[in-house]
C-alpha cells in the first residue's frame, strides 16, 4: 500500500478503511467472500495490461500467447470442476455472464434457424429487410424465471434491468404456504407461456432446486433450459449439492459469478454444453470487449482452490452453519422464510419485530453485523424499504467459523432486532426507514463481536 499511498493517499486510506472494516464488522451478506491471499495478488499484475480480444488462440491483437495459457488453465479447470463439456470464463461479472448466456441462446435458437432458411452464412450477409425480421423475431422471444419477490434476480427478464427489455418475461413464485418452488405452478406457466428459456437460479430462495423436474418442464415446452448458478456455485463446486441438485448435467447452459460462495475473484463464467458452445464462445465480441486477464488468471487460481478436498469441507460447512444459524434464528423467535434454509442463506422476516427491512438492516449494521434488506414473498414495504433481512454463511466460514460461533451470531442478531423500534419519519408518519437501537446495544454487540 506504500506505493499506492505515494500517488493517491486518499486511495490507499480507503482500502486501509475496509480492510479494517472487514475485520470488525460480522459479514454476513449472502453474496459475499473472502477471497485467498493468492487470488487477490493474482489480479495485482501485468496481465491487467494485455489486450486479447477474440477467443483462445484467435485474437484480434498480437502477442496474446501468454493470456491463451491463462484463460485455457481456467477455462480447464471450470470444466473438470464442474463436469462441464465447455466453460467460458471471459465474463466481467455475473451480469455479463448471463448477458452471454442469453445473446448466445438467441444466436442458437433464433439467429442460426433464420440464416439457414434465408441461405446466408452471416448476419451480416443479410439483406436490410431481412435483418429488421430478424431484429424484431429477437424481441418476441420469451423467458420465464423465478419472481423478484420469491428470491429471482433482475437479470432474468425485469424491466430495471436490459433482459427485461430483451424478452417478454414471466415469472414463477412460491407456495404462498410452504414459500417453495411449486413446480406444477412452473409446469403450467410454461405450457401456457411457451418461454424459449426456462430460468433456474436466485439470489434470496433458502432452499435447493430439482434441476431434473425443471428439465423435463423445460423439454415438454421446448425450451432451453439455463441456470444461473451465481449463489450456490460453491455449493456445487463443494459437492453439497449433487444429484438433481446439481444443475450442470441437467442445463443446456449455466452461469456463475466466481466472487460468492465460489470464493474468486469478481467475475463471472458459462459452461455449456457442447451444443451451445460454439455460440457462447462468441461472446467477445456479441456482448463483451477486451477480457480481463488479470482476473481470468484469478479465476483459474480460485479454480484450482475449489477443487482441492479442502473445499469440499468448506462447502459442506457453509451449508452446516447456515442451518445452525436458522436454527438458532428461529428458536429465539424470529420467523423465517420457508422456516429454516438448506443452502447457504437465510432470510428473515423482520416484519415480526415491527420493523422495515430497511430499519433492521441499518440496526445491526450500526451494532457491527453487515446484512442486506431483502423483499420477503409478497411483501408490502416493496423493494425498496422491504420487509426481510438476508444473511449468508459463505464469509464467515471462510473466517473459520463454526457451529458454535454462529449460535453466538444468531443470539446478536435476534438481540439487536428485538432492541430496535421504528421511529417517527420527518412528516410525522410512522417510519419506514428511521429506528432507534436501545442505549448500550451496539456498543455490547461489537464488543462480542471482536472477541469472536
Ligand atoms: N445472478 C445472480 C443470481 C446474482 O445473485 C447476481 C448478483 O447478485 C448476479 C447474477 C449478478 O452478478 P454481478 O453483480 O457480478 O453482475
Not at 446439481?246 to 466472487?259: E, I, K, R
Not at 445491526?364 to 414473498?377: C, I, S
Request: net charge negative; with cysteine; proline share 4%.
Amino acid at each position: 500500500l506504500q506505493v499506492v499511498e505515494s500517488v493517491e493517499p486518499r486511495i490507499a486510506g480507503a482500502i486501509r478503511s475496509e480492510l479494517h472494516d472487514q475485520r470488525a464488522s460480522l459479514k454476513l451478506i449472502a453474496s459475499e467472500n473472502y477471497a485467498s491471499p493468492a487470488v487477490l495478488l493474482t489480479m495485482g499484475n501485468w496481465l491487467s495490461d494485455k489486450y486479447a480480444e477474440g477467443t483462445i488462440g484467435h485474437r484480434f491483437y498480437a502477442g496474446c500467447q501468454n493470456v491463451d495459457t491463462v484463460e485455457s488453465i481456467a477455462a480447464e479447470h471450470a470444466r473438470e470442476l464442474f463436469g462441464a463439456e465447455y466453460a467460458y470464463v471471459q465474463p466481467h461479472s455475473g451480469i455479463d455472464a448471463n448477458l452471454v448466456a442469453f445473446w448466445s441462446i438467441l444466436a442458437h435458437r433464433v439467429e442460426q434457424p433464420e440464416l439457414a432458411e434465408a441461405g446466408v452464412r452471416q448476419v451480416n450477409e443479410l439483406s436490410e429487410d431481412a435483418w429488421e425480421v430478424l431484429r424484431k423475431k429477437f424481441g418476441e422471444q420469451r423467458m420465464l424465471g423465478m419472481s423478484l419477490d420469491a428470491g429471482g434476480h433482475l437479470t432474468h427478464g425485469f424491466r430495471p434491468n436490459i433482459s427485461g427489455k430483451m424478452f417478454q418475461q414471466r415469472s414463477y413464485g412460491t407456495n404462498p404456504e410452504t414459500g417453495l418452488v411449486d413446480y406444477d405452478q412452473v409446469a403450467a406457466a410454461a405450457r401456457e407461456f411457451r418461454p424459449l428459456i426456462l430460468i433456474a437460479g436466485y439470489s434470496a430462495y433458502p432452499r435447493r432446486i430439482d434441476f431434473a423436474r425443471m428439465r423435463e418442464i423445460a423439454d415438454e415446452v421446448g425450451a432451453t433450459f439455463m441456470v444461473d448458478m451465481a449463489h450456490f456455485a460453491g455449493l456445487v463446486a463443494g459437492k453439497v449439492f449433487t444429484g438433481d441438485e446439481d444443475p450442470v448435467p441437467f442445463a443446456d447452459v449455466v452461469t456463475t459469478t466466481t466472487h460468492k460462495s465460489l470464493r474468486g475473484p469478481r467475475g463471472g463464467l458459462v459452461l455449456a454444453t457442447g451444443e451451445y458452445a460454439p455460440s457462447v464462445d462468441r461472446g467477445c465480441p456479441m456482448v463483451l470487449g477486451g477480457p480481463l486477464s488479470h482476473v481470468m488468471a484469478a479465476k483459474a487460481v480460485a479454480l484450482a482452490e475449489a477443487r482441492q478436498p479442502s473445499f469440499q469441507t468448506y462447502a459442506q460447512q457453509v451449508a452446516d452453519n447456515a442451518k445452525t444459524l436458522a436454527d438458532g434464528l428461529m428458536r429465539r423467535g424470529a420467523k423465517l422464510v420457508t422456516d429454516g434454509t438448506d443452502n447457504h442463506l437465510v432470510l428473515i422476516d423482520v416484519s415480526g419485530y415491527g420493523l422495515t427491512g430497511r430499519q433492521a438492516e441499518s440496526a445491526l449494521l450500526e451494532a457491527g453485523v453487515v446484512t442486506n434488506r431483502n423483499a420477503v414473498p409478497s411483501d408490502p414495504n416493496g423493494a425498496w424499504y422491504t420487509s426481510g433481512v438476508r444473511l449468508g454463511t459463505p464469509a464467515l466460514t471462510s473466517r473459520g467459523f463454526g457451529g458454535a460461533e454462529f449460535e453466538q451470531v444468531a443470539d446478536l442478531i435476534t438481540s439487536v432486532l428485538s432492541s430496535t423500534t421504528p421511529a417517527t419519519a420527518s412528516n410525522g408518519q410512522p417510519g419506514k426507514a428511521r429506528y432507534v437501537l436501545a442505549d448500550g446495544v451496539a456498543e455490547g454487540t461489537r464488543a462480542r463481536i471482536a472477541e469472536l
